[in-house]
């Protein structure tokens, strides 16, 4: 089993369409969470933080659920600049620091 | 405020060869974390050092190894290299060995 997994993807949505990432983790003593965005040839870019509360900015809301070791994203309203690559990021720091990326799902939104 | 940058951009080397790769991390951070991405994966975490020392290490060999600085800068060196090698590599910096990080632009190795 992948430490962290994703949905393979890609997602091709309609402008204004809602969509939502998913996202598993294996180490259940997993200390933080991210998602990011990455588009074609640039680096990563920070999107939010995830916390077991849930936390919304803007069109986008991100949720963690500790005990089913879950993570997922939802985009509502989707624009056209929203596609890109999503990641989602997990920190372990048990036996030595180390981050997990997923491999990232492909998001086309269409007109 | 400066952002996360890194050196060279391109760089092409053979298979055997030794490559430095470096990055500066953004002001007031003290932890750079050193990244491998292949075309179509998610970046591979290689190692992160806090304040000077190895924090942590990922599923890379010895061959793969790094240094801070006390400015906080840091290098990736890779000896002996293969063509798998051949990746953009990431650095990120962040506040805390914990904490959110911030990418660089990356440097992609050729190996031939």
């Known amino acids: 089993r992948k430490e962290v997994e994703q949905d393979p993807g890609p997602f091709n949505v309609p402008e204004g369409a809602t969509v939502a990432f998913n996202c598993t983790y294996s180490?259940?003593?997993?200390?933080?969470f991210f998602w990011y965005r990455q588009d074609c040839r640039k680096e990563p870019k920070l999107l939010m933080s995830v916390y077991s509360s849930g936390n919304e900015d803007g069109r986008f809301t991100a949720q963690l659920n500790r005990a089913s070791q879950y993570i997922s994203l939802l985009i509502r309203d989707s624009k056209l600049s929203d596609s890109a690559t999503y990641l989602c990021?997990?920190?372990?720091?048990?036996?030595?620091?180390?981050?997990?990326f997923g491999a990232g799902t492909r998001l086309f939104v269409k007109a | 405020e400066t952002g996360v940058t890194q050196s060279p951009t391109h760089l092409i080397k053979t298979r055997g060869q030794q490559v430095t790769l470096r990055c500066s991390s953004q002001?007031?951070?003290?932890?750079v974390s050193w990244y491998q991405q292949a075309l179509g994966q998610g970046p591979q975490f290689i190692f992160q050092y806090y304040r000077e020392e190895e924090n942590g290490r990922g599923n890379f060999p010895p061959r793969f190894s790094g240094l801070q600085f006390p400015n906080y800068s840091s290098e990736l060196n890779v000896n002996a290299l293969e063509l798998d090698d051949s990746a953009l590599y990431l650095c990120?910096?962040?506040?805390?060995?914990?904490?959110?990080?911030?990418f660089g632009p990356g440097t992609r190795l050729t190996v031939l």
């Open positions: 002001s007031g951070h003290n932890t």
């Open positions: 990021v997990v920190n372990e720091g048990t036996g030595g620091f180390k981050t997990i």
């Open positions: 180490n259940s003593a997993s200390q933080s």
């Open positions: 990120a910096s962040s506040e805390d060995w914990g904490g959110q990080q911030f």
